[in-house]
């Protein structure tokens, strides 16, 4: 088979080369540690061409990744010398306000669905980088800034059109397909090529948020008082604490994130009030529009490198947030980019939905606790590398949850089912049945993949082998 032939017939004018002019910037992912030069980069821009690429890449038996924003920090998105299905094209948002529905395309952006949503003051649980795709961070749980009142984003989805590993079409929700429903939330990058999403949404106008700055010589009080403030949060309020480097100057600070999306006068003083509890270094706390919410947190550029390495832990004691404050000062990184602890609260609706309504393996879990490296010169790499993994080792004995977020995962593990088996705790065994079932060939596994065969999950598995 000449694939680039069929590919061109199916996707005339989009299928691109490494001799292309535009093959290094189509190519580019966020996590520049990645530098993926695939044989073939295809575009489709709906789902019928979607499913016949699919098709053509099975048949050819060409190893074959899907990449929808191309944010996930694996380089999951792309793969050296095979296909890449990119769905950038399959960027469309349809927003019904009347049903407060919304169909949303699995190239789509954060920034794409949340101007479409804005435009009828809807929203729902999106990423806090908003150019992040809706269908990575979706399939992989969705840790958002509303996710205390809306649960997280795969939590509002109502279904799923998408291609199989055979080539299908199908349109799965919870009536028609209940365990690969199931499975698509949380572990969703394994099944198939979603399309089409359907959201549904919620009333969000404006909000109360933006982010508070304290100084580096209260980052100890600082986490502190997040974690007190979250413990105690009603559902309308999601707080994330990073500790990083502030500003121009670089200027160590622990910084909040504040997303109030209540009417509760009130609590708002309230909230104010604990808020300035410690001396604020900067204020940029305000009624703001929930698209603006989305980012006040900036924008990081393609291309930078990154390793983050994430654990989920049940509390956040004492001795804990003083061994993040270590590690943050461990960090040697400070231009322009630098060594970053998020910690992000599961709480709210998340914590209240039912353990089997999904395959998020987390629910029960406080906090998600990020050691996020960030830099621009690979002479750092390894440096870097066990940074961040240091962060997770001391987070660790606080939890129970291997690998936790998925989403956050940047390093193969091949083989390591034992990891595997304790991130998703009772649902491994039927992830696997629903992988074997949909895809027993593995064709879907540039991903945090369930091996069929083995019974392994090993993320980043993108030799092409099974």
Request: negative net charge.
């Amino acid at each position: 088979m000449n694939v680039r032939r069929a590919l061109d017939a199916i996707c005339p004018d989009r299928v691109v080369t490494p001799a292309h002019p535009a093959y290094d910037a189509v190519r580019l992912l966020f996590n520049g540690m990645y530098d993926r030069r695939p044989r073939l980069i295809c575009l489709p821009r709906d789902d019928r061409e979607a499913r016949d690429v699919v098709r053509v890449a099975r048949e050819s038996g060409l190893p074959t990744a899907v990449r929808g924003g191309g944010h996930n920090v694996a380089g999951a998105g792309s793969l050296d010398d095979g296909l890449v299905i990119d769905l950038r094209l399959l960027n469309h948002v349809v927003v019904d306000p009347r049903a407060g529905l919304a169909r949303v395309g699995g190239g789509a952006t954060w920034s794409d669905f949340d101007l479409a949503a804005g435009t009828h003051g809807l929203a729902c649980t999106g990423g806090t980088f908003d150019t992040t795709g809706v269908g990575g961070l979706t399939l992989g749980g969705g840790i958002g800034h509303l996710m205390g009142r809306c649960g997280l984003a795969c939590d509002n989805v109502v279904s799923y059109r998408m291609v199989t590993a055979d080539g299908e079409q199908l349109v799965t929700d919870r009536e028609s397909d209940p365990e690969l429903d199931w499975a698509l939330r949380g572990a969703g990058h394994n099944f198939g090529l979603v399309t089409d999403f359907d959201f549904r949404l919620h009333p969000i106008g404006t909000v109360y948020g933006g982010y508070v700055a304290y100084p580096g010589a209260a980052m100890s009080v600082a986490v502190r008082l997040f974690r007190d403030l979250m413990l105690a949060a009603p559902d309308e309020l999601t707080c994330t604490l990073l500790l990083e480097r502030y500003g121009p100057t670089q200027t160590p600070a622990a910084v909040m994130s504040v997303c109030y999306s209540g009417k509760d006068a009130g609590y708002r003083a309230t909230l104010d009030k604990t808020l300035r509890s410690v001396g604020v270094l900067d204020w940029q706390v305000t009624d703001r529009s929930y698209v603006s919410m989305q980012v006040c947190l900036g924008r990081l550029p393609f291309g930078l490198r990154h390793h983050w390495s994430a654990r989920c832990a049940d509390d956040l004691p004492d001795e804990l947030a003083d061994r993040l404050v270590e590690r943050f000062h461990a960090g040697r990184i400070t231009d322009p980019f630098n060594d970053t602890i998020l910690i992000e609260p599961i709480h709210g609706a998340v914590r209240r939905a039912a353990p089997e309504s999904s395959a998020v393996p987390f629910r029960e879990a406080r906090f998600n606790v990020t050691g996020m490296a960030i830099w621009s010169t690979a002479d750092a790499d390894a440096e870097q590398a066990a940074w961040a993994k240091s962060v997770a080792e001391v987070v660790e004995p606080h939890g129970r949850w291997g690998d936790g977020y998925i989403n956050y995962v940047a390093e193969a593990r091949a083989g390591a089912a034992g990891r595997a088996a304790r991130t998703f705790g009772a649902g491994y065994d039927r992830l696997l049945a629903v992988k074997r079932r949909l895809d027993p060939d593995n064709f879907f596994r540039s991903n945090y993949n369930l091996d069929p065969a083995t019974g392994n999950l090993a993320a980043g598995n993108l030799t092409g082998k099974s």
